[in-house]
């Protein structure tokens, strides 16, 4: 059941100690002229927990390039007392890399399961999801639903928005680099599209935090620096942006490995020191 004005939908899932299946889909949804849906995994999703994620539908047929920044918020509705919900909130950049988001460790199976805990009335699991959608780049809006004359307006207005966040967010690329796009030629106003998308791909990966960047991440990034440069894109100032995150993330990686060198030595000190006193106490005793 969605509720457009209050950009909520609510899914009611029946009989749910019953249910075989590994994860579960909520039918589509439409919510702020996009389509999504839930994903929930009933035993866990490699945890002893409900895990639930809010999930783009038709992601594989949206254009190449396509991001939504979406702040959401998932809750598993206890019916007893509201107060003991659990409610999660994120705010995200879906992509086609990303097309989901979610919480893995959501609430324990135990006190979902829980007699009389609230989760579980009649075999009937209640969610909330709540989305808002806050911006669009790359992605037309051909897949709202509903009535010409109720949508039209709704889709005129998001267009208008998300075009002209787009060109503020090129203007400024060029205002700071007049030069990068001195030598490309063509006129095929797909292929500069295609441009355009990469390199707000780019961008966006960039801007990430090094430690949420995969090396997968790393090396699809290093390919579109690579694809920009031989197009014909000046993009030095991304190469040295690319190789500064490259630069954070192996001292992220050294500073986790050396926490993690750091605990171990600390545990095994504690176990020495454990059975030395073990030791001293047996010794005393004799």
Request: net charge positive.
């Amino acid at each position: 059941m969605v509720d457009e004005a209050d950009k909520k939908f609510t899914w009611v899932i029946k009989d749910f100690s019953s249910l075989q299946s590994q994860r579960i889909y909520s039918d589509r949804f439409l919510i702020g002229g996009y389509k999504w849906y839930l994903i929930a995994y009933p035993k866990g999703s490699k945890v002893d927990c409900l895990s639930l994620y809010l999930g783009v539908a038709d992601h594989e047929s949206l254009p190449l390039g396509w991001r939504r920044n979406t702040k959401f918020s998932l809750k598993v509705v206890n019916q007893f007392s509201d107060k003991s919900s659990i409610l999660r909130e994120a705010t995200e950049w879906f992509s086609h890399k990303a097309p989901s988001f979610g919480f893995t460790k959501l609430l324990p199976l135990a006190k979902l399961h829980a007699k009389d805990g609230g989760f579980l009335v009649d075999e009937e699991l209640k969610i909330f999801a709540e989305v808002n959608v806050l911006q669009v780049i790359g992605e037309s809006d051909d897949e709202s639903e509903g009535s010409q004359e109720a949508v039209q307006p709704m889709k005129k207005t998001k267009c208008m928005t998300m075009v002209r966040d787009l060109v503020a967010y090129v203007r400024c690329i060029f205002e700071k680099h007049p030069d990068f796009a001195s030598k490309v030629r063509s006129n095929n106003q797909h292929l500069k599209s295609t441009y355009i998308n990469v390199l707000l791909g780019l961008i966006e990966t960039l801007c990430q935090l090094p430690e949420k960047l995969s090396d997968d991440d790393l090396n699809e990034a290093s390919a579109a620096v690579s694809y920009l440069t031989q197009v014909g894109f000046k993009v030095d100032w991304l190469e040295e942006k690319l190789e500064e995150v490259k630069e954070k993330k192996t001292k992220v990686n050294t500073a986790r490995l050396s926490c993690n060198t750091w605990r171990k030595s600390l545990r095994y000190s504690t176990r020495n020191a454990w059975n030395l006193k073990i030791l001293w106490r047996s010794r005393m005793q004799m």
